[in-house]
């Protein structure tokens, strides 16, 4: 038996090939561009063409052509740069409000689910530079009190009202303690600033630390003119509070090449069992003056103040 008798054959359409295979390539290029660059991302590729037009204008001869093309070049290259800034603006604010919502949820997760850790040692080493300019390293176990750790955060900032114009020069890098070849990559970090120049830092593990973990991490921080009343004259209180207090804590600043100060201690004879302040010259030929203290207790303001002398 044969089937498919009263079945007619369909041929098939021939394929596109040279200019107007390129014309479709084209045309869905331009398609992609318009459903994903939105409004501005149009007028953008639309400047860019009269701009390009007019400077091809502004090449001919004849003077009338030449100035309508040096006008029409001069209007687009503005325009361009009017929404380059407008996107820019954009996508800063979306990325603001993606960083303001992950801080959010982060702090609900903190406190609704018991999400908490500690700190159990402390060592934070504070350069000082002729400008008052600082490079901080800051190196501290934490300890995991929950079932997962996912994240952690701490805050670092000037003792002074600090200008916001120097925020977009602070930078901060933090990574896991290198012990015997292991250790020293980086991990994300999220950053946002509280009141009086503040700076909040959220460290993303790269898995959950479970409960009594300890994590080992180095903080290293650039902050311009952190230090510039200090520099200049003023004394300055390096201190630090912790919740719960640690159990260690070592705090070390070192002066520009060719300053002194005099120093004091600051809520040491309350707030620790035991602590030591150190001044010397180091191998560099500056001075550091240098805080050892055990057992902080919680929510103590503790540290040294400096003055130039």
């Not at 994590?215 to 290293?220: D, G, N, T, V």
Request: glycine share 8%.
């Amino acid at each position: 038996m044969t089937f498919g008798a009263n079945v007619h054959r369909t041929g098939r359409k021939p394929s596109k090939t040279g200019s107007a295979a390129v014309l479709d390539a084209v045309v869905e290029a331009l398609r992609s561009y318009v459903r994903h660059a939105g409004v501005i991302g149009i007028a953008e590729g639309t400047l860019v063409i009269l701009a390009t037009s007019g400077m091809v204008g502004a090449a001919m001869t004849q003077n009338g052509l030449r100035t309508t093309a040096v006008v029409a070049a001069t209007a687009a290259v503005l325009g361009l740069f009017v929404l380059l800034v407008a996107n820019k603006l954009e996508w800063r604010r979306q990325t603001e409000r993606d960083e303001r919502l992950l801080r959010h949820y982060c702090d609900l997760l903190h406190e609704r689910c018991d999400y908490t850790w500690h700190i159990s040692d402390w060592h934070q080493v504070v350069q000082i530079e002729a400008n008052g300019d600082t490079v901080e390293t800051i190196t501290f176990t934490a300890v995991s009190d929950c079932e997962a750790l996912d994240f952690l955060t701490f805050w670092e900032g000037p003792n002074w009202e600090w200008p916001d114009k120097h925020r977009r020069g602070v930078d901060v890098r933090v990574r896991s303690v290198e012990d015997e070849g292991e250790g020293g990559s980086r991990f994300d970090v999220t950053t946002c600033w509280l009141s009086r120049g503040r700076l909040k830092v959220m460290v993303h593990l790269s898995e959950p630390a479970a409960s009594g973990t300890e994590i080992r991490l180095e903080a290293e921080f650039r902050w311009p003119a952190k230090c510039l009343p200090f520099i200049q004259g003023a004394p300055e209180q390096f201190v630090k509070k912790f919740t719960p207090g640690p159990e260690h804590l070592e705090y070390t600043v070192v002066l520009p090449p060719g300053f002194s100060s005099f120093y004091d201690s600051v809520g040491l004879k309350s707030g620790t069992e035991r602590y030591s302040i150190q001044q010397h010259i180091n191998d560099g030929g500056r001075e550091e003056i240098r805080l050892v203290a055990d057992a902080i207790s919680t929510g103590s303001r503790v540290g040294m103040k400096l003055d130039i002398k």
